[in-house]
């Protein structure tokens, strides 16, 4: 519950390893006076950027990712799914050069009373090269969620630079064991993988995406080539 008793903070714990190249934050927020949040995002080396600060509008909800390359920080594109640049103070190319290992902090703050709210969901949206060969075993991604929370609904982005993409494995699996394929061996020709995983995407198709539900843990078997 966001309301101006007590600021939230919610953690996201990543065990990947790897120089950030870029970052972007998506955030959902249900609200109804946005204009009352604080929002910062505080990375595991203690650098720390203002999404989002009070006096930002009297709309409800927001539902956006946070991206340099977005369009200027404007409350009405917030209750939308659009790119929007972090208000500032700092941007997200401050993380840019830093490791993704760590604890992930997202702070809100609702400064003023009369209208509360519940942070839904928010994820780190990453470009932190990785190499997928056939030596060494399978590349293991894993992200911790401290948060006590019921999944409601959830997507896996995917972006892979690879010769051979059709000799890819990958799979997902949960904290409870659940696992599931998201993409098999497979003799289609393409030159690399751009894809949203989501329940109420289309099918799997030779051309790709595999659109599934999943939950919290990934896994991609090795290729025949290098990514």
């Known amino acids: 519950l966001i309301d101006q008793t007590t600021p939230v903070t919610s953690s996201i714990n990543t065990l990947l390893t790897g120089a ?26 203690a650098t720390s950027i203002v999404l989002l ?45 830093e490791t993704i290992d760590g604890t992930w902090n997202l702070s809100i703050t609702d400064a003023t009373s009369g209208d509360d709210g519940i942070l839904q969901s928010w994820c780190l949206d990453t470009q932190t090269p990785l190499a997928v060969s056939n030596a060494g075993g399978p590349l293991l991604i894993t992200y911790e969620v401290p948060d006590d929370i019921l999944i409601e609904d959830l997507e896996l982005h995917l972006r892979i630079e690879h010769p051979l ?17 998201l993409m098999t061996v497979s003799p289609a020709a393409a030159t690399g993988v751009d894809v949203t995983f989501a329940a109420d ?27």
């Open 20 to 45: 950030i190249r870029d970052l972007d934050v998506a955030l959902d927020i249900g609200h109804t006076w946005i204009g009352d949040l604080d929002i910062t995002v505080e990375s595991p080396a």
């Open 53 to 97: 600060s009070s006096g930002s509008g009297n709309l409800d909800d927001i539902h956006t990712t946070f991206d340099d390359e977005g369009s200027p920080s404007t409350p009405v594109l917030l209750p939308g799914s659009s790119r929007v640049q972090p208000q500032g103070p700092g941007s997200l190319a401050d993380f840019d050069g």
């Open 165 to 181: 993409p059709g000799q890819l494995q990958m799979s997902l699996s949960s904290p409870t064991g659940a696992v599931i394929t």
């Open 201 to 227: 995407g289309v099918p799997f198709d030779s051309a790709y995406p595999a659109r599934l539900e999943a939950e919290l843990k990934a896994e991609m078997a090795q290729g025949g080539g290098e990514a």
